[in-house]
């Protein structure tokens, strides 16, 4: 079992958030976090960028967690 720091917690809230919005756009053309954030281009795209930071922790997260370890219980 691995264990989950605050960091892999707030990644996974952040990619999440991240594809409802990806969700939304494709099914309704609505984009969510625009819709919050307004026209503030660059608060928007930090909020992307953080999105896109979250996916690379949770990839990584793949790896220290050993997901694609084969064991042999023989």
Known sequence: MCKLN???KLSAIL???GSLNCGGIGL????IIASLVGNNV???RII???IL???IDLISLLFRCNI???TDNN
């Open 6 to 8: 605050f960091f892999d």
């Open 48 to 50: 992307y960028i953080l």
């Open 68 to 70: 694609f370890k084969i």
């Open 42 to 44: 660059i608060i928007f």
């Open 15 to 17: 990619v999440l958030l």
């Open 53 to 55: 930071i979250g996916a």
């Open 28 to 31: 309704f053309s609505t984009n």
